[in-house]
């Protein structure tokens, strides 16, 4: 429909109206992205850009060549593919993180922290032509998994026994598997839950887990374990007819995260480093068409 106006919503505030021209240059400037609300004449709700069909092809350039081992997109030009993006305050961010550890260290709320904490992450989550997903997890699911990853905060070291840490470590990293599967089956979408489901074996993820920590004596390594991990994580996701893919490299986990510890330890920084950090890392999955 040329010569419609349009209007953009910058957090609290409605801008516009802009025409089609000043609308096309706000794209091609990044200042709308996928996860931007637009309206339109015509249109009868607000939508994300990257809700409405061809918006955001513009066609002025080709898209980014995809890294190694990312997923293609579609042959026919399907536009179901896209980054995954989180909506989330710097310090709404802090404030649940520190509720999820105070809770976890105190044992018996791990539970309700852990679902209320998994929940919010989940529901910030936006999806290109999914919108932002929805978590159905109740806290007695899987309430023992929790209270056993709490317990283990404490058991190597107070127990005095010695290398007890170590032989719970496959423990631990069972635990963490069914978490891994808790998360991925509660997903929803429009509050209709997507049927999906993690179908990596227990043994290859303990596998990874301990992989993760050997890593650690390269000094560097664990960097591009991580990032092998997700994809494996990833490729054993069923239920979706799209592929769900990690394109990070390992270069890019390591300096990040690097610097998202030293901020940490500068403390005054930690809300800004932590919601960096989580953009950047969610921004790393992207949906494209499953390849026949």
Not at 51 to 74: M, N, Q
């Amino acid at each position: 429909m040329p010569g419609r106006s349009w209007f953009v919503a910058a957090g609290d505030k409605q801008e516009g109206p802009y025409s089609e021209d000043e609308f096309r240059d706000l794209i091609a400037r990044g200042s709308v992205r996928a996860d931007t609300y637009v309206w339109a004449d015509g249109m009868q709700d607000w939508k994300y850009a990257g809700d409405i069909p061809g918006l955001l092809s513009t066609g002025v350039a080709p898209p980014a060549i995809p890294r190694p081992g990312a997923s293609l997109p579609s042959a026919n030009g399907d536009p179901s593919g896209g980054t995954f993006s989180i909506n989330i305050g710097i310090w709404e961010m802090l404030g649940r993180a520190l509720v999820f550890v105070i809770g976890f260290l105190l044992v018996i709320p791990a539970p309700w922290v852990a679902a209320s904490f998994y929940g919010w992450i989940v529901s910030r989550i936006h999806v290109p032509q999914r919108g932002y997903l929805g978590f159905s997890g109740k806290p007695l699911d899987i309430w023992y998994v929790f209270v056993g990853l709490a317990l283990m905060t404490y058991v190597g070291g107070a127990s005095g026994i010695p290398y007890l840490s170590y032989l719970l470590f496959p423990v631990q990293a069972y635990l963490s598997w069914m978490t891994v599967r808790w998360l991925t089956a509660n997903i929803t979408s429009e509050g209709r839950p997507l049927q999906l489901s993690f179908d990596g074996s227990p043994w290859i993820y303990i596998g990874w887990y301990l992989l993760m920590a050997v890593s650690f004596i390269s000094i560097i390594g664990w960097a591009w374990v991580v990032v092998y991990w997700m994809r494996w994580i990833c490729a054993n996701i069923s239920g979706t007819h799209r592929a769900i893919s990690f394109n990070a490299t390992g270069l890019e986990v390591l300096w990040r995260t690097l610097v998202f510890s030293i901020g940490s330890v500068l403390i005054i920084p930690i809300p800004w480093v932590m919601s960096w950090y989580t953009r950047w890392y969610v921004s790393q999955f992207s949906a494209s068409e499953r390849l026949a």
